[in-house]
C-alpha cells in the first residue's frame, strides 16, 4: 500500500464528508477516540444557547418547555439506534460504572429471587464471572458487589470462558470490545451459552457503541451499559447508557432508588414506585448541559445514516473501520518489520475499532513510544502491562473523522521515531498522570 493507493482510498470514501462535523485541531492525526471522542462543531452553539436562552431565560420552565425532562429517554432512543435496541428500552444517565452496578445489582436481585421461589433451591449459583482482562472500573464495581450480596467473582482468561460457564455462574458479565486488545466477543453466541446454563448476561459496551455493529435484542442479552464519551463523541465525563431486554423490564431492581426512577415524581409520594421500564434506571436530576453535548455527539454518529445507502450508520461505519485498521496493520508490518507484534486479532469478526501493539522484542519503550508520537501531533495512548499482558500502545480508529492518508501519516511518523530513536529522550520517559 502506497500513500497514492490511501489518497485514492480517501477519495472514494462516500463517508469522507462526516468529518466536517467536528472540529479537529491542525496538524493533529487523532487516534484515541476510543478514550475521548474529539469536539463535534455543534456541540458550542448548542451549549451557548442552552445555557443562554433555556437556562438564562426560561429558567425553570425549560424543564417542560425546553424538552429537559425526557432527554434521558429521547437520547437514549438515539443510542437504541446504535446497538440494536428498541425505542424505549435506553436511557442516558450516570456514568458507566455507576450503571454497571445498577445492572449487575438488578441481575443478581434476579437470581435471588429466583433462588428463593425455586422449592429445591439452586443455592450453588453464586458466581459472577468475568475476564480477568476486563476493565477495571468493572471488576471493581463487581468485586464490592459481589461482598455486599453473597456472591463471588471468578475472574478467567478469555480462552477458559466456555469452560468456566457451569450451573454456578449466576451472572456472565462481559466487555463486548477489549479495551486493551481490541478484541471482541461474539455476543449473540456467548449469550447463547451463558443462558444454557442458566446465567443472565451483563454487556458493556464501551467500546463498541458507535464503533462496531451491535445487535442486543438479536442476540437476545439481558443488560447492557456504555459510554457516552468515546466513540459517541459526548465530551469528558459524557452521561452513559443503560438497556435492559423488555423481558426484565418489570422485574429490575433498581438500588438506587431515586425520585427520577419514580412512577410519579411529581406527586411527592412518601414510598418509593418505580416507573414502568428502563426509566426507573434514573436516579436523581440530570446534567443537562451535558445531555445536550452528548446528543450533539450522537447526532454525529447517526449522521452516517444519510450516507449508508439504506443499510444504517453502523454498517457502512463498521466498513470503513475494518478498510482504516487493515491498513494500519499492513502499513505497520511493512514499513517497521519486525519492531512490532499484533495484540489485536486480525480475523474481522474478532476486532474492535482499534489496534493495539506490543514491541517484539519485550523491551521497554512502548510509553515513551506514545509519547514521541503525541510529541508529533499523532495521539494514541498506552496501557500497561502486567505478568499476563505485554506493555500496549493502542489506536483507536473512528471513521467518522479519520481518513487512510492520515493513517500513512500516522505510520510515517511511527517509522521516523523508531528509526531515529527519538522516544529515548528524556522527556518522553517521564510518566504522566494519565497516560
Ligand atoms: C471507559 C470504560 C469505562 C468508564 O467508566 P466511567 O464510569 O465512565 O469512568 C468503564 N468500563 C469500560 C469497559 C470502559 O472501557
Given at each position: 500500500?502506497?500513500?497514492?493507493?490511501?489518497?485514492?482510498?480517501?477519495?472514494?470514501?462516500?463517508?469522507?464528508?462526516?468529518?466536517?462535523?467536528?472540529?479537529?485541531?491542525?496538524?493533529?492525526?487523532?487516534?484515541?477516540g476510543?478514550?475521548?471522542?474529539?469536539l463535534?462543531?455543534?456541540?458550542?452553539?448548542?451549549?451557548?444557547?442552552?445555557?443562554?436562552?433555556?437556562?438564562?431565560e426560561?429558567?425553570?420552565?425549560?424543564?417542560?418547555?425546553?424538552?429537559?425532562?425526557?432527554?434521558?429517554?429521547?437520547?437514549?432512543?438515539?443510542?437504541?439506534?446504535?446497538?440494536?435496541?428498541?425505542?424505549?428500552?435506553?436511557?442516558?444517565?450516570?456514568?458507566?460504572?455507576?450503571?454497571?452496578?445498577?445492572?449487575?445489582?438488578?441481575?443478581?436481585?434476579q437470581v435471588?429471587?429466583?433462588?428463593?421461589?425455586?422449592?429445591?433451591?439452586?443455592?450453588k449459583?453464586?458466581?459472577?464471572?468475568?475476564?480477568?482482562?476486563?476493565?477495571?472500573?468493572?471488576?471493581?464495581?463487581a468485586?464490592?458487589?459481589?461482598?455486599?450480596?453473597?456472591?463471588?467473582?471468578?475472574?478467567?482468561?478469555?480462552?477458559?470462558?466456555?469452560?468456566?460457564?457451569?450451573?454456578?455462574?449466576?451472572?456472565?458479565m462481559?466487555?463486548?470490545?477489549?479495551?486493551?486488545?481490541?478484541?471482541?466477543?461474539?455476543?449473540?453466541?456467548?449469550?447463547?451459552?451463558?443462558?444454557?446454563v442458566?446465567?443472565?448476561?451483563?454487556?458493556?459496551?464501551?467500546?463498541?457503541?458507535?464503533?462496531?455493529?451491535?445487535?442486543?435484542?438479536?442476540?437476545?442479552?439481558?443488560?447492557?451499559?456504555?459510554?457516552?464519551?468515546?466513540?459517541?463523541?459526548?465530551?469528558p465525563?459524557?452521561?452513559?447508557?443503560?438497556?435492559?431486554?423488555?423481558?426484565?423490564?418489570?422485574?429490575?431492581?433498581?438500588?438506587?432508588?431515586?425520585?427520577?426512577?419514580?412512577?410519579?415524581?411529581?406527586?411527592?409520594?412518601?414510598?418509593?414506585?418505580?416507573?414502568?421500564?428502563?426509566?426507573?434506571?434514573?436516579?436523581?436530576?440530570?446534567?443537562?448541559?451535558?445531555?445536550?453535548?452528548?446528543?450533539?455527539?450522537?447526532?454525529?454518529?447517526?449522521?452516517?445514516?444519510?450516507?449508508?445507502?439504506?443499510?444504517?450508520?453502523?454498517?457502512?461505519?463498521?466498513?470503513?473501520?475494518?478498510?482504516?485498521?487493515?491498513?494500519?496493520?499492513?502499513?505497520?508490518?511493512?514499513?517497521?518489520?519486525?519492531?512490532?507484534?499484533?495484540?489485536?486479532?486480525?480475523?474481522?469478526?474478532?476486532?474492535?475499532?482499534?489496534?493495539?501493539?506490543?514491541?517484539?522484542?519485550?523491551?521497554?519503550?512502548?510509553?515513551a513510544?506514545?509519547?514521541a508520537?503525541?510529541?508529533?501531533?499523532?495521539?494514541?495512548?498506552?496501557?500497561?502491562?502486567?505478568?499476563?499482558?505485554?506493555?500496549?500502545?493502542?489506536?483507536?480508529?473512528?471513521?467518522?473523522?479519520?481518513?487512510?492518508?492520515?493513517?500513512?501519516?500516522?505510520?510515517?511518523?511511527?517509522?521516523?521515531?523508531?528509526?531515529?530513536?527519538?522516544?529515548?529522550?528524556?522527556?518522553?520517559?517521564?510518566?504522566?498522570?494519565?497516560?
Amino acid at each position: 500500500m502506497t500513500l497514492d493507493d490511501c489518497r485514492r482510498l480517501d477519495a472514494q470514501d462516500t463517508l469522507a464528508p462526516l468529518r466536517n462535523q467536528f472540529i479537529l485541531p491542525e496538524g493533529v492525526i487523532y487516534l484515541d477516540g476510543n478514550s475521548l471522542g474529539v469536539l463535534p462543531k455543534a456541540v458550542p452553539e448548542r451549549i451557548a444557547a442552552v445555557i443562554a436562552q433555556e437556562w438564562g431565560e426560561g429558567l425553570i420552565r425549560s424543564w417542560n418547555s425546553a424538552g429537559w425532562f425526557d432527554l434521558p429517554q429521547r437520547l437514549g432512543d438515539k443510542v437504541a439506534r446504535l446497538i440494536g435496541a428498541s425505542p424505549g428500552e435506553v436511557v442516558c444517565t450516570d456514568s458507566t460504572s455507576i450503571n454497571l452496578y445498577k445492572v449487575l445489582f438488578a441481575a443478581l436481585s434476579q437470581v435471588l429471587q429466583a433462588r428463593e421461589a425455586a422449592t429445591g433451591g439452586n443455592d450453588k449459583r453464586r458466581v459472577v464471572l468475568s475476564e480477568r482482562s476486563n476493565f477495571p472500573t468493572d471488576l471493581y464495581i463487581a468485586e464490592s458487589l459481589c461482598r455486599e450480596r453473597g456472591f463471588s467473582l471468578r475472574l478467567v482468561d478469555v480462552s477458559e470462558l466456555s469452560t468456566a460457564l457451569t450451573d454456578e455462574v449466576a451472572v456472565l458479565m462481559l466487555t463486548h470490545v477489549n479495551y486493551r486488545t481490541g478484541a471482541m466477543h461474539d455476543m449473540e453466541a456467548v449469550t447463547t451459552a451463558a443462558h444454557a446454563v442458566g446465567a443472565l448476561t451483563v454487556w458493556d459496551l464501551a467500546h463498541s457503541a458507535g464503533a462496531v455493529p451491535v445487535a442486543l435484542n438479536d442476540s437476545n442479552a439481558d443488560y447492557a451499559i456504555g459510554c457516552g464519551y468515546k466513540y459517541l463523541n459526548g465530551g469528558p465525563g459524557a452521561p452513559a447508557f443503560v438497556w435492559v431486554h423488555a423481558r426484565h423490564a418489570s422485574q429490575f431492581q433498581q438500588p438506587l432508588s431515586g425520585w427520577w426512577g419514580h412512577a410519579a415524581p411529581f406527586e411527592f409520594t412518601p414510598h418509593y414506585r418505580p416507573a414502568a421500564g428502563v426509566a426507573r434506571y434514573l436516579c436523581g436530576t440530570q446534567p443537562i448541559i451535558a445531555l445536550v453535548a452528548l446528543e450533539c455527539g450522537l447526532d454525529t454518529v447517526l449522521a452516517a445514516d444519510s450516507f449508508s445507502g439504506g443499510l444504517g450508520s453502523m454498517a457502512v461505519l463498521r466498513r470503513k473501520s475494518l478498510a482504516l485498521t487493515d491498513a494500519f496493520i499492513a502499513l505497520v508490518e511493512a514499513r517497521c518489520p519486525g519492531r512490532f507484534s499484533l495484540i489485536t486479532p486480525r480475523d474481522h469478526l474478532l476486532r474492535g475499532s482499534q489496534v493495539c501493539l506490543a514491541l517484539s522484542d519485550g523491551g521497554p519503550g512502548a510509553y515513551a513510544i506514545v509519547q514521541a508520537l503525541i510529541a508529533r501531533g499523532v495521539i494514541g495512548d498506552f496501557r500497561a502491562g502486567d505478568s499476563q499482558m505485554p506493555d500496549i500502545l493502542r489506536f483507536g480508529f473512528t471513521p467518522l473523522y479519520l481518513g487512510f492518508e492520515d493513517v500513512w501519516n500516522a505510520v510515517e511518523h511511527i517509522v521516523q521515531v523508531v528509526e531515529r530513536e527519538e522516544w529515548k529522550r528524556p522527556e518522553f520517559n517521564q510518566k504522566l498522570a494519565v497516560t
